[in-house]
């Protein structure tokens, strides 16, 4: 079980840790979140009293340290194992890396990259990942979503910021004659291309309202069994 974790009043964020533990939540993504504007409250006042990477170093003095950020102690371990979000896509490029570099260095155990579509461009980044010896600090997934339908393909394209969707993936998307097949069949592929990337640790299926073709997925990408550790 993962805990989601959007970066907002410091007191609330740490009471909230401590009620996760309680109840046996060992894994946390730290995000920081959409902007209210995007939800059905946007005219809600935003909280934003530290940021994604603050978050992670206030629950890495909370785990290591058992410290609240006012510096009382914690009675009591606080076994988490902390992560964080990446996205290779977003301008600008190369600032990228330098953000992954700053939250691996706040304590993030792991990362979930933004969905990829676009191989060769995330392919470029793990190079600068590499480069830095960032993929020997922390345990990187990469990011996947199965697409069903070629208006999904087009709205991501079109509306969704930080991701690159290829014109060529729209176009066979309205081209197919089983959209949701084709989009299974491109997970796929994208898929068998990020095994051949060195540094990645694992894939992150994020099937957006088609929680059911997550096991199919998994199956065909031959990644069953999940390996023993």
Not at 90 to 118: H, S
Not at 136 to 150: F, M, N, Q, Y
Not at 182 to 209: F, R
Request: charge should be negative.
């Amino acid at each position: 079980m993962q805990m989601v974790v959007r970066d907002r009043n410091r007191l609330a964020i740490q009471a909230d840790i401590l009620g996760a533990v309680a109840l046996g939540i060992r894994n946390v993504l730290c995000l920081s979140g959409d902007h209210q504007k995007f939800g059905n409250h946007p005219t809600a006042k935003g909280v934003y009293d530290i940021d994604s990477i603050q978050l992670i170093q206030t629950l890495k003095q909370m785990r290591d340290d058992n410290k609240f950020l006012s510096g009382d102690d914690i009675s009591g371990d606080v076994p988490l194992f902390l992560g964080a979000a990446a996205n290779p896509f977003a301008d600008p490029f190369e600032f990228r890396v330098i953000r992954l570099a700053k939250k691996i260095k706040a304590g993030a155990d792991f990362i979930q990259t933004q969905a990829i579509f676009d191989v060769p461009k995330f392919a470029r980044w793990m190079e600068m990942v590499r480069d830095r010896g960032l993929d020997e600090k922390t345990h990187i997934l990469a990011g996947v979503i199965p697409v069903k339908s070629v208006g999904m393909a087009r709205y991501m394209r079109n509306n969704v910021s930080g991701l690159s969707v290829p014109k060529e993936l729209v176009d066979r998307m309205a081209d197919a004659e089983d959209a949701k097949e084709e989009g299974v069949k491109i997970c796929l592929e994208t898929i068998e291309q990020l095994k051949d990337i060195d540094g990645i640790h694992g894939v992150h299926v994020m099937a957006v309202a088609w929680e059911d073709i997550v096991p199919q997925i998994v199956e065909k990408a031959g990644l069953m069994p999940r390996p023993i550790v």
